[in-house]
């Protein structure tokens, strides 16, 4: 599996009020800084012509670009198995467009670097504290290196295809689907992909974990 990692979104602001959450159930927190993760299968070995797409597509400063070595913790939140985030599904369409058939999965993590006092990671209450502060238990999970990353998205990348009778029923077709599946789209998102593919006269085809 591919990783690269990059700068996040989080502006100095949403970094503060993070600081000022975090800091006030768990002690010892110096720092907090946060970075995404990506994550994708694609044949190895890798080609450097794909390396070079993924990274112009990703806005990284460099595919050499690394996380962060901090003295303290470090927890990178994922969408748990079994559910297929809207921004992977939307990224691995994306990259099909652009000739890359062989990635079946693409998905976005936040990384959380956390300094602490005298440079030690959280005990597991504490650890457990964190989990419940960043992430959402029905929809993520979380891991604390790169290798159980690995681990969890061990065999995810099995899709397998399936067809949205949306000529036949309309767009309850789609909401079932999003419901079922846990795909996060929004009311807008299902006007759109309903009239978008009854317009074309054809069934959305969609490929589910």
Same mark, same amino acid.
């Given at each position: 599996?591919?990783?690269?990692?990059?700068?996040?979104?989080?502006?100095?602001?949403?970094?503060?009020?993070?600081?000022?959450?975090?800091?006030?159930?768990?002690?010892?927190?110096?720092?907090?800084?946060?970075?995404?993760?990506?994550?994708?299968?694609?044949?190895?070995?890798?080609?450097?012509?794909?390396?070079?797409?993924?990274?112009?597509?990703?806005?990284?400063?460099?595919?050499?670009?690394?996380?962060?070595?901090?003295?303290?913790?470090?927890?990178?939140?994922?969408?748990? %198995?079994?559910?297929?985030? /809207?921004?992977?599904?939307?990224?691995?369409?994306? $990259?099909?467009? #652009?000739?890359?058939? &062989?990635? @079946?999965?693409?998905?976005?993590?936040?990384?959380?670097?956390?300094?602490?006092?005298?440079?030690?990671?959280?005990?597991?209450?504490?650890?457990?504290?964190?989990?419940?502060?960043?992430?959402?238990?029905?929809?993520?999970?979380?891991?604390?290196?790169?290798?159980?990353?690995?681990?969890?998205?061990?065999?995810?990348?099995?899709?397998?295809?399936?067809?949205?009778?949306?000529? %036949?029923?309309?767009?309850? /077709?789609?909401?079932?689907?999003?419901?079922?599946? $846990?795909?996060? #789209?929004?009311?807008? &998102?299902? @006007?759109?992909?309903?009239?978008?593919?009854?317009?074309?006269?054809?069934?959305?085809?969609?490929?589910?974990?």
């Amino acid at each position: 599996m591919l990783k690269l990692f990059g700068p996040s979104s989080y502006t100095k602001e949403q970094h503060k009020q993070l600081l000022k959450k975090l800091g006030g159930e768990i002690d010892n927190i110096l720092h907090i800084d946060t970075g995404y993760m990506y994550c994708l299968d694609v044949p190895e070995p890798y080609d450097p012509k794909v390396i070079q797409l993924l990274t112009s597509f990703l806005n990284l400063p460099s595919v050499l670009y690394q996380p962060k070595k901090v003295p303290g913790e470090t927890a990178i939140v994922l969408p748990k %198995e079994g559910v297929l985030s /809207s921004w992977g599904s939307a990224a691995v369409d994306f $990259l099909h467009r #652009l000739g890359l058939s &062989d990635v @079946t999965l693409f998905e976005r993590g936040v990384v959380f670097y956390i300094e602490t006092n005298y440079g030690q990671p959280f005990d597991e209450n504490d650890f457990s504290l964190l989990v419940n502060m960043i992430s959402d238990e029905d929809r993520d999970m979380v891991c604390r290196d790169a290798l159980a990353v690995n681990n969890h998205y061990l065999g995810k990348s099995s899709l397998l295809p399936i067809q949205i009778p949306l000529l %036949e029923k309309g767009k309850a /077709s789609l909401e079932e689907v999003n419901a079922k599946y $846990l795909l996060n #789209l929004s009311a807008d &998102d299902l @006007t759109f992909l309903d009239e978008l593919y009854v317009a074309r006269q054809r069934n959305k085809k969609r490929k589910i974990i």
